[in-house]
């Protein structure tokens, strides 16, 4: 009983990361209109955010600042601050995340103009006809 | 269409979860990405550039060139939603002029903003300039700097926010931000050091190879800065006029 709770409790930052990125996929697969794809999208970028994140944590590790104070300098053990580099990678990726969902409205609205609709199977029929 | 996704999710779930038994423990300190290249950087990144903020020493200096490319992809970005939006002139070209008396414009609304906005903009200075010692940087200060100016339009109209801060030095702000980055990293080249090797800046300035480190990761967070106000500004604009630049939302 407590090896399955050590279990849940040791990975389920991974679970949680899994579930968010299943909605996501979920959503750009079966919905038809295509602003619930766009958001799909968006659900699953945030689960990989909170996965590469989660990476980076230690336990009982503060942020990756240093205590500043220039000359006083220490010895720093790298087990007491969470690692940065996923935050570095994590930082750049949500301001280009948010970018590509400025283009992909964009497009969502020139396609608007253009068929008067944006659901994927009403899209279809007037470009068949 | 729905149950093909759902046996798909299904499957890739099961998959998944099966795999996440092999991951680290979360806040394992002996994971495997915390063992290789992040100890270095915790360990060393104060003595070669003198910046504790260790997010920034990597993200403006060991990554430099990564991030250099990614601002060029947000700006990228914003090219493209003014290409597809953006009406070419019109006929009779409109007279862009505030109007803050419009009907049905909330005052309450508008005197909060009007507060709102330059404490937010004092705000983001602060986290561009202070990214280096405490949490901040060019993304996020320029972000907030966006914000601000998103404010603004929303609670008045966007023809009062471009009144402010007109379109076309929107754009020459947008390139101007990549520009000053890709400009610092030249200066280094043209010292001969290697491109966006800030240690190059030290005799220039006058100051020793750390500060000169330091130094040129304020100048690139600055560059970042600037792009990500204009892109974020210009992509809202666009985006919540339709690409007329008139009322919007």
Known sequence: ?129 | MKKTALIIIAVLGILLLRAAEDLPSWGDPQSPASVHLSNYYLEESYEETSVPNIVTAVLADYRSYDTLFETVVIFCAGITVLLILRRTPRRWPKVISPRPNRPGADIILQTAARLLVPMMQLFALYVVAHGHHSPGGGFQGGVILGASLILLALSYDIEMALHRFKEKFVLLFSAGGVLLYAAIGLVCLYLGRNFLAYGAWADLLGISELAAHSHGMLGVEIGVAITVLCIMFSLYIDLASGGDLDEGL
């Open chain 1, 1 to 129: 009983m407590e090896d399955l709770f050590n279990y849940i409790i040791g990975r389920y930052n991974y679970w949680a990361a899994i579930i968010l990125l299943l909605i996501g996929l979920y959503g750009m697969i079966a919905k038809n209109n295509l602003l619930k794809k766009v958001i799909g999208m968006t659900i699953f970028q945030a689960a990989i955010i909170l996965f590469y994140v989660s990476i980076g944590d230690k336990r009982g590790a503060t942020i990756p600042i240093l205590d500043h104070g220039h000359g006083t300098h220490q010895a720093i053990e790298a087990a007491a601050y969470a690692n940065p580099l996923p935050h570095v990678l994590m930082l750049t990726a949500i301001v280009v995340g948010v970018s590509t969902l400025g283009v992909a409205l964009a497009i969502l609205q020139k396609i608007y103009r253009v068929h008067g609709t944006i659901e994927e199977d009403e899209i279809l029929e007037t470009i068949d006809q």
